[in-house]
């Protein structure tokens, strides 16, 4: 007799494997995991995936290893899926109750992501016309365990998030100090990035203008208004809504992310996932994502 899957549940562990095993089809893992050799033979297949024997320590490891969802136990589908739903800016509760995923996971997987995408998505130099502007967002305590009492007992101080976007198909959106102007911190995070024989195209606020006024040797041209720096306070402020507020420790992640969704090459959520979060160790531990080194 032929039995008959009714919930198709062989079936969907089958597209499961045959999604995985496309995915992680054309994974380079150049050097060993565990210690960094580059000399491994091909040891094998486990679930269809290409294994390795590394020939210094001997381990072996896969085209998986260290990838971005090494060890998820949910299945590719799903966080395919989740991918998607967070380039549409869609909440936490949302992808939790769509995916049949906990919030608790749903947060974690979003941090994974945030944080694979801020490996590459600031630029190295500005050159070119170099535009410059600012935001100034206040301080977020969200989601500490003593959110309350800090909330309470400390003003909430304002953060300078500073952008600047040259030539190159790539934004520099960071918070780069607290309270007040602090020339040395944007001397050191900012300006040294900008190469000598830029121009630079100040926005609104009169420290960057005075920075640029000497940098340009009080020469002024005129330029091409670069509207995602003249409007990042209300387009960085509305962006910011969609999270309902993000806590300050988690800012510099979600910055990459708008830049990301800021940059010229229209990206969907099939290129992020293959371009942006494939490449290189990706993979964080979930005791990492809470620890988040302060930007200041
Ligand atoms: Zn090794």
């Not at 919030?103 to 500005?126: E, N, V």
């Not at 195209?201 to 041209?221: E, F, L």
Request: charged content about 30%; aromatic content about 14%; some cysteine.
């Amino acid at each position: 007799m032929l039995q008959h899957d009714v919930e198709l549940k062989k079936f969907d562990l089958h597209t499961n494997d045959v999604l995985r095993r496309d995915f992680y089809k054309d994974r380079v893992v150049e050097s060993c995991p565990i210690c960094g050799s580059t000399r491994h033979i091909k040891y094998g297949f486990y679930n269809g995936i290409q294994r390795y024997k590394c020939k210094v320590c001997e381990k072996t490891f896969s085209r998986t290893t260290n990838s971005l969802w090494s060890y998820s136990k949910k299945n590719t589908r799903t966080w395919l899926k989740f991918t998607e739903l967070m380039t549409e800016n869609k909440t936490l509760k949302f992808c939790a109750e769509k995916l049949n995923i906990s919030i608790g996971t749903a947060f974690y997987w979003r941090h994974k992501i945030l944080q694979a995408l801020s490996i590459d998505s600031t630029p190295d130099i500005l050159s070119g016309v170099v535009h410059v502007g600012k935001v100034i967002i206040k301080e977020n305590f969200k989601g500490c365990r003593d959110a309350e009492i800090i909330a309470s007992s400390t003003p909430r101080e304002n953060i300078w998030v500073i952008g600047a976007k040259g030539q190159e198909d790539s934004m520099f959106v960071k918070p780069i100090f607290k309270h007040q102007w602090n020339k040395i911190a944007f001397n050191e995070k900012i300006y040294s990035k900008i190469e000598k024989k830029s121009y630079i195209a100040p926005y609104g606020d009169r420290y960057i203008k005075s920075v640029a006024m000497r940098h340009n040797k009080n020469k002024s041209i005129k330029v091409e208004t670069e509207y995602r720096i003249k409007y990042i306070w209300p387009n960085l402020k509305k962006w910011l809504s969609i999270f309902h507020g993000v806590a300050s420790k988690y800012l510099q992640r979600y910055l990459s992310f708008f830049i990301i969704m800021n940059l010229d090459k229209v990206l969907d959520y099939m290129d992020l996932i293959y371009d942006r979060l494939f490449e290189g160790n990706r993979f964080t531990k979930t005791e990492e994502i809470r620890i988040m080194k302060s930007p200041f």
